[in-house]
């Protein structure tokens, strides 16, 4: 603090001045040429300042580092290290993570693995406690976490994870609430409101992500919930939300990307890209920019974040333009962690061993995927584009459906679900995950046994995303990590996926449905209207299993 | 939690409804018409509900009860239980205290009497632990507390109270900085600007009440402070700030009244009064409710306060005009607290044994004020109309000027210092204070010494103020508890403290002159231009004693 003090005092020089930056100002709402001076990490002082290590901005935009609110870096499908080398160039310099997916593979080893993988970087992870491991009881998980779980671990992270089981609060499910633990709960409550939604904020939950269309945002809103508005890459909420904010409800918002692929952080950006989509359809630079700093530095409490001012941590982005397309510079803590759209540190490996080979089956041969429906008409899954909603429709036994097996890869359980889907597309061929919301069970989808064993069996021990055609492998992306991360560079994940989805076209997946995407949320039994878990077909409209 | 749960759900009866009001919403800034239902002092719905216990309000507005952000109860001169019963039927449900006066007379016995008279009445009394007692090396006080003292007590408070001592901060005082404790920490930093603002940020201060115009305000703000807009009996802030403000800056602002004489909140108000005249000004009424509710609950960390929402406190006010003119209700913790002006609770007797007799003076003769200036000319004070600033002015012995002495009254140390005063006007008479900011020493101002000597004389063990006339006792007003508080309730204080006044300017005290506060503030040090403490005269510009 004395350091501090005596730079602002100019009895010290900075360790970094920031001359001649035009500085954003999100507690005023304006613009001005200042210098920033840095020291230990720290601004302490803006004004006019100068030392031995002067950075000269020439006029360019002075913008506090982005925060994402709320994400789960497993379905980046890197390690939070790669997750960092790629998003800090963006500007992204703190995200609140919640390790909800290894957590349902491996445990609490999932979180170690997570929390050591993040120290390597300079990102600044938080980390919430997963709340719901399992999701739910109808599908069977790697680990659980109970309450007492949560009580031990609760004080060494941020926060507690969403709450998605919705029905155990409004219902004073002894278990679910003894896992609100402290302040900073975050929710999940699609399409709750009146009563319902009343009785959830009242157990202390005060943030929601799901919001469907701007009278349930403002209804949450008004009742005092933070707002994160979401764009992930499959549900992207932005475009129908923002409009609906005025000056007032904008103070109670800022943006979240929960689930978004790195290759898509790499080519359209993350919280850059929603403050750029937010200008775009109408909404002003600096407000943009408020919500995706000050207000969810607000929200979480994180005093020291989210403006240029004296006291903040130097978590700076340089830019050309305030849609952060030509961001030029990124700090961290003072640190130049980003230039020109490339990360400037190195990460060092992380210890994987408790966190792979997560995939527990036996040899599996085509007879395995023996199953017949039991009358000639029998319910069936029709997929949605752009969503994760399916719809359920009756179908019969023909040349257009798939077969889908929901396959217990955990413990070796021996559990499978069987279903069918009328418009996947897929010919003469199979694909198999082990990426499955939320407990993530191997699923396959294919036309013909033969290839669903062949992909089944080609992700081994580790997992991954695989594709058979005719009884021979075209490609495989092995994801060490619980069978949701790889091990390599960013990069090398993005190309591979590139050619999973070429692959999966080529194999006949309809045009407009995600080929991969699709298949992971199939098994969540939360979302309308027909789901497949390794338990069975289930109905979430009836909330039952189909006999 | 359960019963909050159940009663949002409707599988239980809300303790109380409030039925058909029209809720202001501080998050939207929009005003619906809904029932609020109130459990175990919570509010746990907004929506259509129902009760055995119902209040039907009939379309009047359901406001958040108001937070006073930064005050001193001393300053009222009466007891916090008083204060509560005074100031709550004004719909002032929550504020923030820091006990400094008290603590400079009596030390940790006063901080106790303060929250054991706070425990006896529903009014939430948060409270700072001072920063600055003493307040300057330049007076004798009662009491001090150390760093170490500081880092012993802090647990129990709610924060740090105003760090006064900006040059401590600024050169890095050890002691100083040593009382930099938690991130709950008051500022006051008066004229404070550029570098030399930027380092005392840097220290961790967050908030400032002191500000002298717009610009400095706003600098402030850029700089991340929250500004807490004072309006007290002597410093009236808000009419040159308030309308400096945009959106943006708004949302950094609430108000506080820091030190306001209960006979002035009794008729005026307090921060009902902040939020009429703001309305008055031009502010909108949505934007001044909110100012004192939600801002002040967000600087201050305070999640459960300052709107109307599901998990927030019930403090509540009724009132038929957003003016808050004609307050029907005050709710506190769901329980009604105030109706039609007047507090429904009684208050107990808290112990004062270790807080009276604080004032240690053996009988005084008139010779004791023999004092003559050792030239013809010498520097006096000026007092300057509704403002505590002086003006040191060159003077020489005649009949308009008045002797001013301020005795040492802690611990009998013998320590007196003299001063004359211009344009006090006092004539035949004299008047003696046990209230002198900040270290509570006696304040004796007259034209002889006989009237000096009756009038501190008749302080007695206890201190209050006492006006003398040709030898004559004219009025008394006891303040027992640390020479600064009656024990008297508010009502016959406000009485005795109007026949004070009228007295005042019977024995000619200057119209335009605050009689009692212009004398409580000559011994503050660090206020310009001139000053005189129990150590002598004390030239403010250039920081020394007067020889």
Same mark, same amino acid.
């Given at each position: 603090?004395?350091?501090?003090?005596?730079?602002?005092?100019?009895? #010290?020089?900075?360790?970094?001045?920031?001359?001649?930056?035009?500085?954003? =100002?999100?507690?005023?709402?304006?613009?001005?040429?200042?210098?920033?001076?840095?020291?230990?990490?720290?601004?302490?002082?803006?004004?006019?300042?100068?030392?031995?290590?002067?950075?000269?901005?020439?006029?360019?935009?002075?913008?506090?580092?982005?925060?994402?609110?709320?994400?789960?870096?497993?379905?980046?499908?890197?390690?939070?290290?790669?997750?960092?080398?790629?998003?800090?160039?963006?500007?992204?310099?703190?995200?609140?993570?919640?390790?909800?997916?290894?957590?349902?593979?491996?445990?609490?080893?999932? $979180?170690?693995?997570?929390?050591?993988?993040?120290?390597?970087?300079?990102?600044?992870?938080?980390?919430?406690?997963?709340?719901?491991?399992?999701?739910?009881?109808?599908?069977?998980?790697?680990?659980?976490?109970?309450?007492?779980?949560?009580?031990?671990?609760?004080?060494?992270?941020?926060?507690?994870?969403?709450?998605?089981? &919705?029905?155990?609060?409004?219902?004073?499910?002894?278990?679910?609430?003894?896992?609100?633990? %402290?302040? #900073?709960?975050?929710?999940?409550?699609?399409?709750?409101?009146?009563?319902?939604?009343?009785? &959830?904020?009242?157990?202390?939950?005060?943030?929601?992500?799901?919001?469907?269309?701007?009278?349930?945002? $403002?209804?949450?809103?008004?009742?005092?919930? &933070?707002?994160?508005?979401?764009?992930?890459?499959?549900?992207?909420?932005?475009?129908?939300?923002?409009?609906?904010?005025?000056?007032?409800?904008?103070?109670?918002?800022?943006?979240?990307?929960?689930? #978004?692929?790195?290759?898509?952080?790499? #080519?359209? %950006?993350?919280?850059?890209?929603?403050?750029?989509?937010?200008?775009?359809?109408?909404?002003?630079?600096?407000?943009?920019?408020?919500?995706?700093?000050?207000?969810?530095?607000?929200?979480? %409490?994180?005093?020291?974040?989210? /403006?240029? /001012?004296?006291?903040?941590?130097?978590?700076?982005?340089?830019?050309?333009? $305030?849609?952060?397309?030509?961001?030029?510079?990124?700090?961290?803590?003072?640190?130049?962690?980003?230039?020109?759209? /490339?990360?400037?540190?190195?990460?060092?490996?992380?210890?994987?061993?408790?966190?792979?080979?997560?995939?527990?089956?036996?040899?599996?041969?085509?007879?395995?995927?023996?199953?017949?429906?039991?009358?000639?008409?029998?319910?069936?899954?029709?997929?949605?584009?752009?969503?994760?909603?399916?719809?359920?429709? @009756?179908?019969?036994?023909?040349?257009?459906?798939?077969?889908?097996?929901?396959?217990?890869?955990?413990?070796? !359980?021996?559990?499978?679900?069987?279903?069918?889907?009328?418009?996947?597309?897929?010919?003469?061929?199979?694909?198999?995950?082990?990426?499955?919301?939320?407990?993530?069970?191997? *699923?396959?989808?294919? =036309?013909?046994?033969? =290839?669903?064993?062949?992909?089944?069996?080609?992700?081994?021990?580790?997992?991954?995303?695989? *594709? @058979?055609?005719?009884?021979?492998?075209?490609?495989? !992306?092995?994801?060490?990590?619980?069978?949701?991360?790889?091990?390599?560079? /960013?990069?090398?994940?993005?190309?591979?996926?590139?050619?999973?989805?070429?692959?999966?076209?080529?194999?006949?997946?309809?045009?407009?449905?995600?080929?991969?995407?699709?298949?992971?949320?199939?098994?969540?039994?939360?979302?309308?209207?027909?789901?497949?878990?390794?338990?069975?077909?289930? =109905?979430?409209?009836?909330?039952?299993?189909?006999?």
């Amino acid at each position: 603090m004395k350091q501090l003090i005596d730079t602002a005092m100019g009895r #010290r020089n900075g360790d970094l001045v920031l001359k001649n930056g035009k500085i954003i =100002d999100v507690f005023s709402g304006n613009i001005f040429t200042a210098d920033v001076a840095i020291t230990d990490g720290k601004i302490c002082g803006v004004g006019n300042y100068s030392s031995d290590n002067e950075a000269d901005l020439h006029g360019k935009y002075v913008i506090p580092g982005l925060i994402d609110t709320h994400m789960h870096i497993e379905s980046s499908m890197v390690t939070p290290a790669e997750y960092a080398k790629t998003v800090m160039p963006h500007g992204i310099t703190t995200v609140i993570a919640d390790p909800h997916e290894i957590t349902n593979v491996c445990g609490e080893n999932g $979180l170690k693995f997570m929390k050591k993988s993040a120290e390597t970087v300079p990102l600044d992870i938080k980390f919430m406690l997963p709340s719901c491991v399992p999701a739910t009881p109808f599908e069977h998980s790697g680990a659980a976490l109970t309450a007492e779980d949560t009580k031990r671990l609760a004080p060494d992270f941020f926060g507690i994870g969403e709450m998605m089981n &919705y029905p155990g609060i409004v219902n004073c499910d002894e278990e679910t609430l003894s896992k609100l633990i %402290g302040d #900073r709960i975050d929710g999940h409550a699609p399409m709750l409101t009146g009563n319902g939604l009343d009785a &959830y904020i009242s157990a202390g939950i005060k943030t929601d992500h799901e919001c469907g269309n701007t009278e349930e945002m $403002l209804e949450k809103i008004s009742k005092g919930m &933070y707002i994160l508005i979401r764009e992930g890459t499959l549900s992207k909420d932005l475009a129908h939300l923002i409009n609906g904010l005025n000056p007032y409800t904008l103070r109670r918002c800022m943006f979240c990307t929960d689930d #978004r692929f790195i290759g898509e952080i790499h #080519r359209s %950006g993350s919280i850059d890209y929603c403050i750029r989509e937010s200008i775009e359809l109408g909404i002003k630079p600096i407000d943009a920019i408020i919500m995706a700093t000050q207000n969810a530095a607000e929200c979480y %409490g994180m005093k020291q974040k989210g /403006a240029i /001012a004296p006291s903040y941590d130097a978590d700076i982005i340089i830019s050309e333009d $305030l849609s952060l397309t030509k961001i030029t510079q990124v700090y961290k803590d003072g640190i130049l962690v980003a230039q020109n759209g /490339a990360a400037l540190f190195d990460t060092t490996p992380t210890d994987i061993s408790s966190v792979i080979n997560s995939v527990h089956l036996p040899k599996i041969t085509p007879n395995f995927f023996a199953f017949m429906p039991k009358s000639e008409f029998f319910p069936a899954i029709e997929l949605i584009p752009d969503t994760i909603v399916t719809k359920k429709v @009756s179908a019969k036994i023909s040349d257009s459906l798939s077969k889908v097996c929901v396959i217990e890869r955990h413990h070796n !359980l021996g559990t499978k679900g069987f279903g069918f889907v009328t418009n996947y597309g897929i010919k003469n061929a199979a694909i198999a995950t082990s990426i499955g919301h939320d407990s993530h069970n191997i *699923i396959v989808i294919g =036309d013909n046994d033969v =290839d669903m064993a062949e992909a089944v069996n080609a992700l081994g021990k580790s997992g991954g995303i695989a *594709i @058979s055609k005719n009884g021979e492998i075209l490609e495989h !992306l092995p994801l060490e990590i619980a069978g949701l991360i790889s091990t390599k560079p /960013a990069a090398e994940v993005i190309s591979q996926h590139d050619k999973l989805c070429k692959t999966a076209r080529e194999i006949g997946v309809t045009d407009g449905i995600e080929p991969f995407l699709s298949l992971a949320f199939l098994p969540l039994p939360v979302i309308p209207e027909i789901r497949v878990t390794d338990m069975g077909l289930f =109905d979430v409209t009836k909330f039952e299993f189909i006999e």
